[in-house]
Protein backbone atom coordinates (compact mmCIF):
# COMPACT_ATOMS: atom_id res chain seq x y z
CA UNK A 1 0.00 0.00 0.00
CA UNK A 2 1.61 3.34 -0.78
CA UNK A 3 1.89 6.42 0.59
CA UNK A 4 -0.77 9.28 -0.86
CA UNK A 5 0.16 12.64 -0.68
CA UNK A 6 -1.59 15.97 -1.14
CA UNK A 7 -1.40 19.47 -1.27
CA UNK A 8 0.55 20.67 -3.66
CA UNK A 9 -0.41 23.66 -6.09
CA UNK A 10 0.33 26.76 -7.82
CA UNK A 11 1.58 29.74 -5.61
CA UNK A 12 3.32 32.90 -5.88
CA UNK A 13 6.90 33.39 -4.15
CA UNK A 14 6.27 34.60 -0.37
CA UNK A 15 2.84 32.79 -0.46
CA UNK A 16 1.89 29.54 1.57
CA UNK A 17 0.84 25.60 0.96
CA UNK A 18 0.12 22.84 3.14
CA UNK A 19 0.97 18.84 2.28
CA UNK A 20 -0.55 16.20 3.69
CA UNK A 21 0.56 12.30 3.78
CA UNK A 22 -1.46 9.44 4.50
CA UNK A 23 -1.16 5.56 4.25
CA UNK A 24 -4.32 3.96 5.13
CA UNK A 25 -4.01 1.17 7.89
CA UNK A 26 -0.62 1.99 8.85
CA UNK A 27 0.40 3.79 11.82
CA UNK A 28 3.48 6.05 11.78
CA UNK A 29 4.96 5.42 15.23
CA UNK A 30 8.15 3.59 15.03
CA UNK A 31 9.21 4.83 11.92
CA UNK A 32 11.00 7.51 10.24
CA UNK A 33 8.86 9.83 7.58
CA UNK A 34 10.38 12.15 5.55
CA UNK A 35 9.58 14.87 2.83
CA UNK A 36 11.50 15.03 -0.24
CA UNK A 37 11.40 17.00 -3.44
CA UNK A 38 13.05 16.60 -7.27
CA UNK A 39 13.27 19.55 -9.59
CA UNK A 40 13.14 18.55 -12.97
CA UNK A 41 16.80 17.64 -14.09
CA UNK A 42 17.57 17.38 -10.79
CA UNK A 43 18.58 14.95 -8.00
CA UNK A 44 16.39 13.84 -5.34
CA UNK A 45 16.61 15.99 -2.32
CA UNK A 46 15.78 15.04 1.50
CA UNK A 47 13.26 18.37 3.00
CA UNK A 48 12.86 17.22 5.97
CA UNK A 49 12.05 14.22 8.40
CA UNK A 50 10.74 13.47 11.87
CA UNK A 51 9.91 10.51 14.18
CA UNK A 52 6.44 10.68 15.18
CA UNK A 53 7.52 8.45 18.31
CA UNK A 54 8.79 11.62 20.20
CA UNK A 55 8.39 14.32 17.99
CA UNK A 56 12.39 14.76 16.59
CA UNK A 57 12.75 16.79 13.62
CA UNK A 58 15.35 17.33 11.10
CA UNK A 59 15.23 19.97 7.90
CA UNK A 60 17.74 20.91 5.50
CA UNK A 61 19.57 24.08 5.78
CA UNK A 62 17.70 26.03 2.93
CA UNK A 63 14.16 25.12 4.38
CA UNK A 64 15.06 25.81 8.25
CA UNK A 65 12.74 28.66 9.66
CA UNK A 66 10.08 28.57 6.65
CA UNK A 67 9.35 24.16 6.28
CA UNK A 68 7.65 22.84 9.44
CA UNK A 69 7.02 19.31 9.63
CA UNK A 70 4.55 17.68 11.79
CA UNK A 71 2.62 14.50 12.66
CA UNK A 72 -1.39 13.98 13.90
CA UNK A 73 -1.00 11.20 15.83
CA UNK A 74 -4.64 10.63 16.24
CA UNK A 75 -5.82 10.63 12.17
CA UNK A 76 -2.09 9.38 11.56
CA UNK A 77 -1.21 12.28 8.82
CA UNK A 78 1.81 13.61 7.86
CA UNK A 79 2.24 17.02 7.29
CA UNK A 80 4.43 19.64 5.89
CA UNK A 81 3.65 23.27 6.59
CA UNK A 82 5.61 25.54 3.74
CA UNK A 83 5.81 29.34 4.08
CA UNK A 84 7.63 32.23 2.49
CA UNK A 85 8.12 29.68 -0.41
CA UNK A 86 10.42 31.08 -3.20
CA UNK A 87 11.13 29.46 -6.58
CA UNK A 88 13.52 27.25 -5.87
CA UNK A 89 11.13 25.22 -3.52
CA UNK A 90 9.43 24.56 -7.10
CA UNK A 91 9.60 20.59 -7.83
CA UNK A 92 7.86 17.08 -6.93
CA UNK A 93 6.98 16.30 -3.10
CA UNK A 94 6.94 13.21 -2.03
CA UNK A 95 6.56 11.39 1.56
CA UNK A 96 8.33 8.48 2.62
CA UNK A 97 8.58 6.23 5.46
CA UNK A 98 11.73 4.06 6.68
CA UNK A 99 12.23 1.78 9.86
CA UNK A 100 13.74 3.91 12.58
CA UNK A 101 16.90 2.13 12.87
CA UNK A 102 18.93 4.30 14.85
CA UNK A 103 17.64 6.85 17.72
CA UNK A 104 16.86 9.53 15.69
CA UNK A 105 15.62 10.33 11.91
CA UNK A 106 16.57 12.40 9.11
CA UNK A 107 16.32 11.98 4.81
CA UNK A 108 19.82 9.87 5.00
CA UNK A 109 18.49 6.82 6.44
CA UNK A 110 16.89 4.08 4.34
CA UNK A 111 13.10 5.06 3.45
CA UNK A 112 11.37 1.71 2.09
CA UNK A 113 7.87 3.09 1.60
CA UNK A 114 7.19 6.18 -1.30
CA UNK A 115 4.22 8.33 -2.44
CA UNK A 116 3.94 9.10 -6.13
CA UNK A 117 4.23 13.02 -5.19
CA UNK A 118 2.23 16.23 -5.34
CA UNK A 119 3.12 18.74 -7.57
CA UNK A 120 4.76 22.66 -5.63
CA UNK A 121 5.43 25.28 -8.42
CA UNK A 122 6.48 28.43 -6.82
CA UNK A 123 6.71 31.77 -9.49
Known amino acids: VQLVESGGGSVQAGGSLRLSCTRPGFTFNGYCMGWFRQAPGKAREGVAA????????YYTESVKGRFTISHDNVKNILYLQMNSLKPVDTGMYIC??????????????????WGQGTQVTVS
Open 96 to 113: AAGPRLRGYCDTYLPYTS
Open 50 to 57: ISPADGNT
